[in-house]
């Protein structure tokens, strides 16, 4: 390496995380860094390959240690992410030893905060439903705010529709909460207190936290909740739409990003999504196909016949889904109410 002490090179603990970073990156070569580089920001971009410019020859030896350890590191945040900090400690401990999981674990959380309401990660959300639906509408906001958004929507769904529409107004509008609330609220779930990894008061909530929910629920209950906010708190409500997207926004797409969705699109699905959606989506989609595939489309749909309503809400919610996945990845924009439609 260009980096030297006395005339000898130093070894990988002493190395800082972006030299690591850049020897890791060198070691598994061009193409899977360049595949990593999609996901970085310009900055991060530049500062590795100023760090891999630097480097001179990789020692084996060096470069094996840096390996194992980002392989020791992911399979950490691998189990942390499954069943939390202690099950990830348990696993760790089995397979590497105690002290070696503790070193992993200990590297981890020197910038990892463990959040509250950890522990649910592995409850079944039918199962947290049972205890959190007869709580007040600020205390499930609460434990939802901090849940996976995959996992409070389930749970928002499920709950009385009268409540859903108050739990969303109160996650879009919850800001900070003490950590003796949050203790408090813990200890009735879990019948003890929690450790909290920080005194610090902790942010949850928001508009964005409530719109990656409400992402997330069925089309009925987004509908209905919505409409329950208009008449609650219709400044609120409309903040919120307008960073959310439904199928009819397709519209919104311009032709090569719906034509990039259309290629991942199953044309079953399709058709099922079109059947109950007014002329402008339907010509939209037309008009960025073939002559021949449009035509087959429309056939499609008519020799279908009648299809539930349920259904055409779960295929419209699949094509959606591909539509976040892929403006999440960079491959479209989707332009939102509200927001410059510049694109350099």
Do not use: C, W
């Amino acid at each position: 390496m260009a980096e030297k002490e006395g005339g000898k090179k130093k070894d990988s603990k002493e190395l800082t995380g972006r030299q690591k970073a850049a020897i890791f990156l060198v070691s598994i070569g061009s193409d899977l860094s360049s595949e990593i580089f999609k996901h970085l920001r310009e900055d991060e971009i530049e500062t590795l390959t100023f760090e891999i410019a630097r480097l001179e020859t990789v020692e084996p030896e060096q470069k094996d240690k840096i390996l194992t350890e980002f392989q020791e590191l992911m399979m950490a945040n691998q189990f942390i992410s499954i069943g939390g900090i202690d099950y990830a400690r348990e696993l760790l401990e089995k397979s590497l030893g105690s002290q070696k999981a503790i070193d992993i674990i200990n590297r981890l959380t020197s910038s990892l905060q463990v959040r509250p309401f950890d522990y649910l990660r592995r409850t079944d959300p039918a199962h947290l439903l049972n205890f959190i639906q007869q709580e007040l509408p600020q205390t499930i906001a609460l434990i939802l705010a901090y849940l996976e958004p995959a996992k409070a929507s389930v749970i928002l769904q499920s709950l009385p529709h009268e409540v859903q529409s108050e739990v969303a107004r109160r996650i879009a509008i919850m800001d900070r909460t003490s950590p003796e609330v949050l203790r408090e609220v813990e200890r009735v779930l879990e019948k003890k207190l929690s450790t909290l990894s920080s005194e610090d008061y902790t942010a949850a909530g928001g508009v964005s936290s409530v719109v990656e929910i409400l992402n997330l629920v069925d089309r009925s209950s987004e509908k209905q909740i919505i409409e329950g906010l208009e008449e609650e708190d219709p400044e609120l409500a409309e903040e919120i739409k307008k960073k959310m997207f439904v199928f009819e926004d397709i519209v919104m797409l311009d032709d090569r990003s719906i034509q990039k969705v259309m290629r991942e699109v199953d044309t079953q699905e399709l058709s099922k999504a079109l059947k109950s959606v007014d002329s402008e989506v339907q010509d939209k989609i037309y008009r960025n196909m073939s002559k021949r595939a449009a035509q087959m489309l429309k056939e499609d749909m008519e020799f279908m016949g009648p299809v539930r309503l349920k259904d055409v809400e779960e295929a419209q919610q699949k094509i959606v889904s591909i539509i976040r996945h892929l403006e999440d990845t960079g491959e479209i924009v989707v332009a939102r109410a509200g927001e410059d439609e510049l694109v350099v």
